[in-house]
């Protein structure tokens, strides 16, 4: 249909009495190209909400799956405000939005495998490949100068490579922000590892700009840092940080026992695991979709690529649109092996 109506376009041109000069023109090539070139899954993608998470790795992910779904598989994007909890409880209750682009399921794992296998929904592609990373960091030039230190207790041995701010013949392990769970984890883990006796202070960060700013000072500074960090973030993007084991597998039941509860008596030393990030589609859009679905299990990503990402786009101050361009101009060896070449051939055009 789309290929007759460019071919009636030129007929319409050439009928004007200018063929040779209307067919070289720039303009009349670009329409013709424009419209043979517009995706015939447009029916069978039809309208598709998309969660935009408040959380800038799944802003610029939904950014990049509108841009692909709209222009690559003429779908009708629309994107919708969202969190983890709220999105999913509304997906497995309501069924929309039809998908959530980074999905953190930990938490909610129980219902949503639930709602999967009574089949409402689905699981695409795991977004994140390596997880969401959550531990121990110190910067990565500590690390390459004392590859002694692999693990949390190794750290704990050298009070003087991480020195307190307030009082440098102590070390400093820096905590989460006020509020956050992994505060909970932090000051547990702290006591387990017997980190008091060892010659540290754990000091309290108060925000998430706090957290970053100690990361930050002390890699311009040249200094030392222990604390805890996840990925991906836009921080990782710009400053190497190594993440040391915890020196112990993850111990499921410890963790429920005495981790995670506020002032446990007894914690013992633990690993956190990767957190894992998929996206998640309703069963109507699983049915619907067509090619788009398929995409959608295709496409992921992982940490070192967010990071730098995210890290251009704080120095940019972008937006997850703005991030989403970037991404699909500069990073095409990455995007493209998500689509066939016909869909890459749209949105190269499209950008």
Known sequence: MLGLLARAVLRVIAGRGLPRLALRAPWAAALAMTLAAAPGASQACGRVTLANMNWQSAEVLAHIDKFILSKGYGCDVELVAGDTLPTLT?????????VAPEAWINGVREPLMKSVKEGRLHLAARSLKDGGVEGWWIPQALADAHP?????ADALKRPDLFPAPEDRSRGAV????AGWNCQILINNLFKAYGAAAKGFVLVDTGSAAGLDGSLARANERGMGWLGYYWAPTPLLGKYAMHRLSEGVPHDAAEWKRCTIKPDCADPKPNAWLPADVYTVVTDRFQKSGGEAVAYLQRRQWNNAVVNKLLSWMQVKQASGEDGAREFLKTREDLWRPWVDEAVARRVRAAL
């Open 90 to 98: 509304s997906m497995m209750e309501k069924g929309r939005p039809d």
């Open 148 to 152: 002694e230190i692999k693990t949390v």
């Open 174 to 177: 820096y905590n989460c922000p």
